[in-house]
Structure formats: structure tokens, C-alpha cells
């Protein structure tokens, strides 16, 4: 099994800063992608930005250039920096890992975190 939990939330004024952190933990042989999604109340859960092993980092439109993820492999670590944050980023936001738990085999998981709350407000 693959826990991932998440930490770094909570309410800040728009404009200001928080560091989202995720670490994986459990049976895990390697990881490829890592990202964080969200999702605000009455809408679908969106991806904010993705981070894969290999490969150029995506981000949403309506993060770039205020957002930025990075991971710490030895760790199985991922972060997400935000920066200049606006009330329409409030929402939950989850951690999700894509991994390859068991050695010997191709197969690989979708993990999930327990969500994190992020609310901008003044």
C-alpha cells in the first residue's frame, strides 16, 4: 500500500505565499509522475500542475508564472510553491503520485492524498 499525505494549507490574504508539501510513503519501487490537482467547492477537480520523472514540467493556465512544483526524489517528496495567490484559488488541493509499487512487474497505481485546504480571503 502507498500513502501520500499532504501538508502546508490554510488561509492567507490574496497576494501572499504558501509551500504545499506531499510525501509518498509504503511500497514503492519507483515513482513517474507526481502533480497536484484541485478542486473548489461545486466544481470538478483540476489539475494545477504536474511534475514526471522525466520530461518538462506542465502547469494550468491559470497558475503559470505564480505557481511552481518541484520534487526531492530521495524523499518521494513533491512541492508546490504558490506565490501571488488569488481568491479563485481556493479549493482543496491533493496530492496524486503515479507508482510503480511492486518490483518485477509493469504495473503501476494512481495514489491519492486526503486533500489539503487552501482558502485566499482577506
Known amino acids: 500500500q502507498v500513502q501520500l499525505v499532504e501538508s502546508g494549507g490554510g488561509l492567507v490574504q490574496p497576494g501572499g505565499s504558501l509551500r504545499l508539501s506531499c510525501v509518498a510513503s509504503?511500497?514503492?519501487?519507483?515513482?513517474?509522475?507526481m502533480g497536484w490537482y484541485r478542486q473548489a467547492p461545486g466544481k470538478q477537480r483540476e489539475l494545477v500542475a504536474v511534475?514526471?520523472?522525466?520530461?518538462?514540467?506542465n502547469y494550468a493556465d491559470s497558475v503559470k508564472g505564480r505557481f511552481t512544483i518541484s520534487r526531492d526524489n530521495a524523499k518521494n517528496t513533491v512541492y508546490l510553491q504558490m506565490n501571488s495567490l488569488k481568491p479563485e484559488d481556493t479549493a482543496v488541493y491533493y496530492c496524486?503520485?503515479?507508482?510503480?509499487?511492486?518490483?518485477?512487474?509493469?504495473?503501476?497505481?494512481?495514489?491519492w492524498g486526503q486533500g489539503t485546504q487552501v482558502t485566499v480571503s482577506s
Open positions: 496524486n503520485a503515479d507508482v510503480v509499487p511492486y518490483r518485477g512487474t509493469d504495473y503501476r497505481a494512481m495514489y
Open positions: 509504503g511500497s514503492i519501487v519507483s515513482i513517474n509522475a
Open positions: 511534475k514526471p520523472s522525466g520530461g518538462s514540467t
